[in-house]
């Protein structure tokens, strides 16, 4: 479970506040929604737990651990797992040896295993032949597709999703939600997915609104 | 090590970019590569230049010291007293282990006896070769026609390495000829009297009471200049015999008074200079050393090490500011890859690695291509500079010589400190810039080794360079930018 206590944070020096007094709760097993207008400072707060910022005061618990004592590095790579907007693969890669590398940067134990990364690669439509073609061959959808066979086989506990359905058409949208269910559901993992798409929003197990600087959840 | 796999990826993703960065590095290193073969050439002749140079070191009367006597002198007819020193003392410092060899000169003045000496004007001038700065023993007395020289060895005496006389028929006067009587006549005088070698010729000394000597003949040289302008100095009539006949013409048996060692090695010469001033240990000599020959090589080898020093330096400097730039501009463009290794967990260092091995495999290729390119232009560019370095060197040597080494120098008997050491020394090192006219420029193991390990210094010091920006980058700002 992943806890956040008494977040605040502004930008700038004198700059007022985009949040303070943030108290929320992700557990297992679940999808989160975060829906909230351009700008509220929704990219802002997942940067905090994904453990790439740090908020101007406030702290994060990961099963009781203060993620600061967990350690940056070791967090993002043991603990974490990113889906962006822009599907942020590596360039200069094919689709299995951007999974092939994230499995050797968190050190995962299947980490030279090819045929593990080609079968869950097939596994959301994207066959042998697409998967060893450079990364930028395949198609937007295709690409998120193997971003978040990325975030899901790296092991971590909880996979956060930065719009990931942004740069997507409805059928792609509609495909990647429903891994991302799967995902949390069968494997008991905790997924956080900011998006500013109500229809995407509706579909979290728990919604929460960003919205005159309050997280709202229902 | 999976950076490493990155980086191999990264490489071939990206051939254009690789290929220019061999380029850039294989350009770099070639002329650090140069700059080192260079160097190392330079200081191979140098090493070579300090063991063949031939620095002499001469023991001769003290000039200051035996005019200061004479003048003192209490007896009514002053006379110059050519100071001598025993032929054990020379031998023991000949033995000296920095020593290659030495040479003895002693002269005497006498008159012909069983023939005629050549003469190129009539009459004999009073003074003979006695006008001469450098005047050997024998001096004292009247001055007889024929000058007679004695040395070690004629093989080693500057009229003869200078090629001012040169031996035609017969054998040369050798340090085992010490203690006979045997000579090496000039051609003109064996020509006008009928002498040949094998004949038999008597001089008369020039004592109150002459006595006649015979000497026999072994070898006949030529002498190259015709006449000296100095009457009754014509180079036809110097008698070259082994050093101990005009000492003891002289009445100075077992003595001598000019004594030159050559040098195994130049560098030694401070050390053998005080050495063989200790077991000379005579206020009444001199003890002067001539390196000019040795610095004469010396200095342009001097100037091409230094210059190639300094190219090693400028471009391993320039090298590491351009690709450390190169690498800078990469990181930037590179900024969204870096990030999302950072958000996968992936360390710093070991994205600082990816980049270090990625220009490390661009080394080892530009390596091999100025490996391949290195020695021709290290070759090429060395030889160039040696040879400017000497077209200058010898130009200042003709100019500076020619005073003291000019046309009555290699004839001169007894002048070894004077003319006849400058011809000596400008003649050593015409003999040696033969071999210094080519730098050895090939490409040994350690130069190259050497070569890798600049490289490494500045590959490595570019990528810390960049290191620096990729250090302070902010993930969520390039991840997460709109
Ligand atoms: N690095 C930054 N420095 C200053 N202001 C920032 C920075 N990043 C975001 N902001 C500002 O903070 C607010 C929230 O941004 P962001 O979290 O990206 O919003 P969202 O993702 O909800 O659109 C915006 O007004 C944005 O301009
Ligand atoms: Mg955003």
Redesign the interface.
């Known amino acids: 479970m992943l806890t956040v206590k008494n977040l605040a944070h502004w930008y700038g020096k004198t700059g007022k506040p985009l949040y303070e007094n943030v108290n929320l709760s992700f557990e297992d097993a679940k999808v989160y929604t975060i829906i909230g207008a351009s700008g509220s400072g929704k990219?802002t707060f997942?940067?905090f737990i994904?453990g790439?910022?740090k908020p101007q005061s406030g702290e994060i618990f990961l099963d009781g651990e203060n993620i600061e004592k967990i350690g940056a590095?070791?967090?993002?790579?043991?603990k974490v797992a990113?889906v962006?907007?822009?599907y942020?693969?590596?360039?200069?890669?094919s689709a299995l040896?951007n999974v092939l590398?994230?499995l050797?940067?968190?050190d995962s134990e299947h980490k030279n295993d090819k045929q593990y990364v080609l079968d869950a690669l097939a596994g959301v439509g994207i066959e042998a032949a697409d998967a060893k073609k450079?990364v930028q061959q395949l198609s937007g959808g295709q690409q998120q597709r193997v971003a978040i066979i990325r975030a899901m086989l790296?092991d971590a506990n909880i996979v956060i999703a930065?719009e990931p359905t942004g740069n997507l058409d409805d059928e792609n949208s509609a495909m990647i939600v429903k891994l991302f269910q799967n995902f949390a559901h069968e494997h008991h993992k905790t997924v956080i997915i900011v998006t500013h798409d109500t229809k995407i929003a509706q579909q979290g197990d728990v919604k929460i609104k960003l919205a005159d600087r309050q997280f709202i959840a229902s | 090590m999976n950076y490493l796999k990155r980086s191999r990826l990264y490489l071939t993703h990206k051939k254009g970019q690789s290929l220019l960065m061999l380029l850039i590095m294989s350009a770099i290193l070639v002329f650090v590569l140069s700059g080192i073969i260079i160097q190392n050439a330079a200081i191979t002749a140098t090493n070579n230049v300090t063991k063949s140079a031939g620095t002499t070191i001469t023991v001769s009367a003290n000039r200051d010291k035996m005019f200061s006597q004479m003048r003192s002198s209490s007896s009514k007819t002053k006379t110059l007293t050519t100071p001598t020193v025993a032929n054990t003392k020379i031998a023991k410092a000949g033995n000296l282990s920095t020593v290659a060899y030495y040479n003895i000169t002693n002269t005497a003045s006498v008159n012909a006896s069983s023939f005629d000496a050549v003469s190129t004007t009539t009459g004999t001038s009073s003074m003979g070769g006695g006008n001469m700065p450098g005047g050997g023993g024998g001096m004292s007395a009247n001055s007889g026609d024929i000058t007679v020289t004695g040395v070690s060895s004629t093989a080693h005496t500057a009229t003869f390495t200078s090629n001012e006389a040169k031996l035609v028929s017969g054998r040369n006067i050798k340090a085992s000829d010490a203690n006979t009587k045997n000579v090496v006549i000039e051609k003109e005088l064996a020509t006008d009297n009928s002498v040949k070698v094998g004949d038999t010729i008597t001089i008369k000394t020039t004592a109150t009471s002459a006595k006649k000597l015979k000497l026999h003949v072994v070898g006949i040289y030529k002498a190259k200049t015709s006449s000296t302008g100095m009457p009754g100095n014509d180079p036809s009539n110097t008698i070259y015999t082994s050093y101990t006949l005009p000492a003891s013409i002289s009445g100075t048996a077992g003595k001598s008074s000019t004594v030159t060692y050559t040098l195994e090695n130049s560098a030694k010469e401070k050390a053998t200079t005080k050495q063989i001033k200790n077991i000379i240990a005579s206020s009444a000599f001199s003890v002067s050393s001539d390196d000019a020959s040795y610095q004469q090589l010396l200095q342009p080898m001097k100037n091409v090490q230094s210059f190639a020093k300094k190219i090693v330096w400028l471009v391993a400097i320039a090298g590491t500011i351009i690709l450390g730039l190169i690498i800078i501009l990469s990181v930037r463009t590179r900024q969204r890859e870096i990030g999302v290794l950072v958000s996968l967990g992936e360390s710093k260092l070991h994205i600082v690695g990816q980049l270090f091995t990625e220009m490390f495999m661009i080394l080892i290729g530009a390596m091999v291509i100025a490996t391949l390119l290195g020695g021709f232009v290290g070759n090429k560019v060395g030889n160039q500079l040696l040879s400017q370095q000497q077209t200058t060197s010898v130009s200042s040597t003709t100019t500076s010589g020619a005073p003291g080494g000019g046309a009555p120098s290699g004839n001169m008997p007894g002048g070894k400190t004077g003319g006849g050491m400058m011809t000596n020394q400008s003649n050593t090192s015409a003999a040696n810039k033969k071999a210094l006219k080519t730098l050895n420029t090939s490409i040994t193991p350690s130069s190259v080794i050497k070569l890798g390990g600049m490289g490494l210094v500045i590959i490595a010091l570019a990528v810390c360079v960049s290191a620096i920006s990729i250090l302070r980058l902010r993930p969520k700002d390039i991840l997460i930018g709109e």
């Open positions: 990219t997942l940067a994904a790439l910022d590095t070791n967090y993002r790579k043991h990113i962006f907007q822009q942020n693969l590596l360039a200069y890669m040896d590398t994230a050797a940067v968190t450079n790296v930065d």
